[in-house]
């Protein structure tokens, strides 16, 4: 046995509480090098004459992710605490493996050999709404979504779509225009609406805000925004605002005031200026964000910096009933902020949803003090690879999602923001060269996939575009410019996960086959009482698919058709199946 390869540590993804009463343990251990895992568990003030009294639970294989295998079990311990360790079988031998390391039999003699989860404390439990599960989010990029009320237009504002999208041309979009059509999204069924920023701002982006406390005048007055959120939420739709707390913009007042009066302004430790005078150019002398001289890192340590950005976050709650705030280069703001900003919040709303924007390993940020989820890259990067660009086999893409899902806690997994594309990203179809069988495979995996999804707005009927700001076009709203077939599609797959609590969060994701040769894959999603089973052909050839589990009826819920099962399924150049099989 690897030894060396054999990984636990009791806490965070691999040792946590699910709810009030059940803890999930994770081991990790090299490809193909056991056979068999228990868990050795006991409390640890349980003694007789003998020793540690423990008892044994049977670890289930989760997945490998191409070098490691995972194993998996839940547990109970009925005072809330437990020592613990893990026996490892295979042909060769059998080991216990223990947070003191490796013994050929159990020590019973003292439980500080054991990995100890201390006590089970509701206080500790990662918490995230609950409606969030069985959400479909849609990001809106507001500047180009539709124009609603000219009258209000930014200056030199340019005739809709007439042209490109440039880093600084305006088409005039706000919330009218959204108003307007939201019969659209709730057509598709969308359930929560992502807005990129609304706050006064210099650019057609707004990541640079001017005043945190004021809509942008281009996209209306707070009447309009409240009128728009009732609307959202008389049709079921909930409202997540961005929040640019990392930095601020150019004409932000305060950065202003520090240009205007330097080492004498009031606000100069609400930046981190390296030296006076303050300089914007050739090189900027103070933190940024990237090294862009228009966004100066904001001081979140400064008390004053603090209250403001904290007040923001309880007015738009407060005020218009918001349901959740998207953080805006959320991994280099200091956690200490970010603890103070979650207590703020939920002290307002309990069930508002808390997003950070991390692109890399996130686990630090969400162990329930900080953030309730994050924008799943890894998902997302590994899903365009396999099935919108055919960079990597259906081996490597199974890989990668099997290291996403043990990369976190369950209840991490469940509210994970599992997005395609936004408006950092070349969209999906350009991305896929055109091709929208792919595309219909990648939305597939996407809104069957353990999570809440996110649609880029234009992404449901075809839109295309490459790296910011090509990603930004003006939404198509001529119908006969649309991809109303794509449209229809999204909106049965979406009709499926309301239908189906299995096809959303309420069932286990397991891979069943991931075929590097001929590309296909197969999974399932199980719950006590259904179970889902995915085949997806991302090749241009058929395939055969073989069955050697004894199924001989299915449900077939895309066609809504009875279907009996032979002994391999073929499935056409890039098609799929969704069965029900019990």
Known sequence: MQLEAIYHRPKNNFAYAYNEKTLHIQLRVKKNDVEKVRLLYGDPYHWNKDGWIFSYKDMTFSGNDGLFDYWFVEVSPEFRRMRYGFELTNDDESIIYTEKGFFTEAPCDDVAYYFCFPFLHQADIFRAPEWVKDTVWYQIFPERFANG????????????????????????????????????????????????????AFSNHKYDTIDYMEIDP??????????LVDICHQHGIRVMLDAVFNHSGFYFGPFQDVLENQEKSKYKDWFHLREFPVKTTPVPNYDTFAFTEQMPKLNTENEEVKKYLLDVAKYWIEEFDIDGWRLDVANEVDHAFWREFRKTVKSIKPDAYILGEIWHDSMPWLQGDQFDAVMNYPFTQGALDFFAKGKISAEEFKNVITNVLHSYPKNVNEVAFNLLGSHDTPRILTLADGNKNRIKLLLLFQLSF????????????????????????????????????????????IQLRKQYPVFCNDGEFRFLEADRNKNYLVYQKQSKDETLLFMLNNSDKEVEIPFVNGIRTALDLWNNCQVEIEDEMDLPPFGFAIWKIK
């Open 149 to 200: 009320n000219p009258s209000i237009n930014p200056k030199n504002t340019l005739p809709w779509g007439s042209t490109e999208p440039l880093r600084d041309n305006f088409f005039g979009g706000d919330f009218e225009g959204i108003i307007q059509h939201i019969d659209h999204l709730v057509d598709l069924g969308v359930t929560g609406i992502y807005f990129t920023p609304i706050f006064k």
């Open 218 to 227: 281009q996209f209306g007055d707070k009447k309009t925004f409240k009128r």
């Open 450 to 493: 353990i999570g809440t999804p996110c649609i880029y707005y234009g992404d449901e009927i075809g839109m295309t575009g490459g790296q910011d700001p090509g990603c930004r076009k003006c939404m198509i709203w001529d119908q006969e410019k649309q991809d109303q077939e794509l449209f229809t599609f999204v909106k049965h797959l």
